[in-house]
């Protein structure tokens, strides 16, 4: 397993291991250690964890398996789609004890993401395939109003906005820029794209793939060169490989 994946499923692993141990102290102090009158506040503590430690192990496994194999498990999507969705805040807060940095961690989550996409099995047309990236990735000093229309946009190169027209026309998919989560479920509403090819920062990224899996998206990380939300920009490169890696296997 890459290194960039490895911290992810790494940290997935010990919130494992010490749900684990809390589990196993729970039922034995189920059976060895409180009155009767507690015990059954105990029971329901410790069948509750249990659960919570099945779905975690079930959706690691789903997780490893995806990307052995590359194709998901039927049996075990749900527990993978739990624990995608909702066990990072989780682990970013059990990092952070460790003392490792956040956007590392999402960018583990983001590179483990990507890697859990098949396209063989998906069939896509250009049409099927949206680009979607934040506003900010306009010039800050441009008058011109793209989100409403891309076509406002007159070309000048002073964003990439130019070159994200260029490469979504060459290949015939869609592109949105959107202000912020609310319009971009909006956008992914109205267009109904079977896979998303999303720039954003590592926060948003990821917050956005939990929102929507098992939606498929390629998560780009956008570069920062004035610090964040500000004339931000993408390796275009990067969006024409994942539009190739989409359509490729059509
Ligand atoms: S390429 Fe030029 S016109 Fe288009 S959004 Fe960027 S700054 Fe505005």
């Known amino acids: 397993m890459e290194k960039s994946k490895r911290l992810f499923m790494g940290l997935l692993l010990l919130a494992l291991a010490i749900l684990s141990?809390?589990?196993?102290?729970?039922?034995?102090?189920?059976f060895f250690g409180f009155s009767l009158l507690s015990k059954g506040v105990l029971i329901i503590i410790s069948l509750a964890l249990s659960v919570f430690a099945l779905l975690l192990i079930l959706g690691i496994l789903g997780i490893v398996l995806?990307?052995?194999?590359?194709?998901?498990?039927?049996?075990?999507?749900?527990?993978t789609k739990v624990v995608i969705s909702y066990f990072l805040p989780i682990i970013i807060h059990l990092g952070g004890l460790l003392g490792l940095d956040k956007e590392s961690i999402q960018s583990s989550f983001i590179n483990v993401s990507n890697q859990l996409i098949?396209?063989?099995?998906m069939k896509l047309s250009p049409d099927d395939i949206m680009v979607l990236v934040p506003h900010c990735i306009q010039n800050s000093e441009c008058n011109y109003r793209v989100t409403s229309n891309l076509n406002n946009c007159k070309r000048c190169g002073r964003c990439q906005v130019q070159d994200l027209i260029e490469v979504t026309e060459k290949y015939g998919i869609h592109l949105a820029i959107a202000t912020g989560g609310?319009?971009?479920r909006k956008i992914i509403k109205e267009i109904r794209p079977k896979a998303i090819i999303a720039v954003a920062c590592e926060r948003d990224l990821s917050s956005g793939i939990q929102d929507i899996y098992p939606m498929p998206v390629i998560g780009v990380v956008n570069l920062r060169p004035h610090g964040p939300c500000i004339?931000?920009?993408?390796?275009?490169?990067?969006?024409e490989e994942a539009i190739q890696q989409l359509i490729s296997n059509k």
């Open 66 to 79: 995806t990307l052995r194999l590359g194709q998901p498990i039927k049996p075990l999507i749900i527990p």
């Open 118 to 121: 098949n396209p063989s099995k």
């Open 182 to 184: 609310t319009l971009a």
């Open 21 to 30: 141990i809390f589990v196993g102290g729970v039922w034995y102090l189920n």
């Open 231 to 239: 004339n931000t920009g993408v390796e275009v490169e990067k969006i």
